[in-house]
C-alpha cells in the first residue's frame, strides 16, 4: 500500500536555483495539501487543492508555486529557492471533510536544505 | 489565519507518569483533530472530536473538546516510551460559520516520555 508519496526525500539547493517537489497518491483522494513543517511551528498550509485543476493558497504561499493537472498528483514548485525555505515538507490528501471525518493522510516528508 | 496554541511546547517525563496537553484558541471550530507524528514521518490521525463537550477515549488517551468549542485537550495516563512524539491539534478553519477546506495545525507538543 503506497499512500502518498513524496520525491524527492532529500534535496539540497543554493539560493536562486529551482526545483519542484512531486507528490503522488494512489487512494483517489480528492483533495491534496502541501504544508511545511518547521521548529516550534507545527505544520502551515502552503497551497491545496480540493480537485484537479484547482488549487489555492494556504497560510504561507509566498515563493512557491503548484499545480494539480492529474488528480493523483500534486507538484509544489519553488522557483528562486531562497534560505527562508529550508524546511520539511509535507504532502497530504483526504476525501472531502463533508464526505468523511476529513482525515489527512501524510507522506514521509522532502527535507529540503537552501544554501 | 485563525490560530491554534498549543502548550507546553515541550514535556519530558518518567514513564508511568500522567500529562495533559492543550491546544486553545479564539475561534470557535465545526470539529478537531489530533494527530501523532513520529521522528522521520508524517503525522497520523488518532481522533476527531465534534461535539461540544465531547470526550473520547483511546485506550491510555482521552480528548475532551470544549464546550464552546474552542479548545481541546487530550490526557495520557501512565505514559509510555511508545507515546513519545510530537501531538498536534488541527481544525478545519470556519469562515461565517461554515468550516472551508484548510486545515490548520496547532503549534505542536513535543513529547518525551523515559523510560
Known amino acids: 500500500n503506497a499512500g502518498v508519496t513524496q520525491t524527492p526525500k532529500f534535496r539540497v539547493l543554493k539560493t536562486g536555483q529551482s526545483m519542484t517537489l512531486l507528490c503522488a497518491q494512489d487512494?483517489?483522494?480528492?483533495?491534496m495539501y502541501w504544508y511545511r513543517q518547521d521548529p516550534g511551528m507545527g505544520l502551515r498550509l502552503i497551497h491545496y487543492?480540493?480537485?484537479?485543476?484547482?488549487?489555492a493558497k494556504g497560510e504561507v504561499p509566498d515563493g512557491y508555486n503548484v499545480s494539480r493537472l492529474k488528480k493523483q498528483n500534486f507538484l509544489l514548485g519553488l522557483e528562486s529557492a531562497a534560505p527562508s525555505q529550508t524546511s520539511v515538507y509535507f504532502c497530504?490528501?483526504?476525501?472531502?471533510?463533508?464526505?468523511?471525518?476529513?482525515?489527512?493522510?501524510f507522506g514521509e516528508g522532502s527535507r529540503l536544505t537552501v544554501l | 489565519t485563525q490560530l491554534l496554541e498549543q502548550s507546553p511546547q515541550f514535556l519530558s517525563i518518567q514513564e508511568g507518569e500522567n500529562l495533559t496537553v492543550y491546544c486553545n484558541s479564539s475561534?470557535?471550530?465545526?470539529?478537531l483533530q489530533w494527530y501523532r507524528q513520529e521522528p522521520g514521518e508524517g503525522p497520523v490521525l488518532l481522533v476527531t472530536?465534534?461535539?461540544?463537550?465531547e470526550v473520547k477515549k483511546l485506550k491510555r488517551l482521552t480528548f475532551q473538546f470544549g464546550d464552546a468549542r474552542k479548545d481541546s485537550s487530550l490526557h495520557i495516563t501512565a505514559a509510555q516510551p511508545g507515546d513519545t512524539g510530537l501531538y498536534l491539534c488541527?481544525?478545519?478553519?470556519?469562515?461565517?460559520?461554515?468550516?472551508?477546506?484548510?486545515?490548520?495545525f496547532g503549534t505542536g507538543t513535543l513529547l518525551a516520555v523515559q523510560p
Open positions: 475561534s470557535v471550530f465545526s470539529s
Open positions: 488541527a481544525a478545519y478553519e470556519d469562515n461565517y460559520g461554515g468550516a472551508t477546506n484548510k486545515l490548520i
Open positions: 487512494m483517489n483522494h480528492e483533495y
Open positions: 472530536v465534534v461535539t461540544g463537550g
Open positions: 487543492s480540493v480537485g484537479e485543476g484547482t488549487t
Open positions: 497530504a490528501s483526504s476525501y472531502p471533510p463533508s464526505a468523511s471525518t476529513g482525515e489527512l493522510f
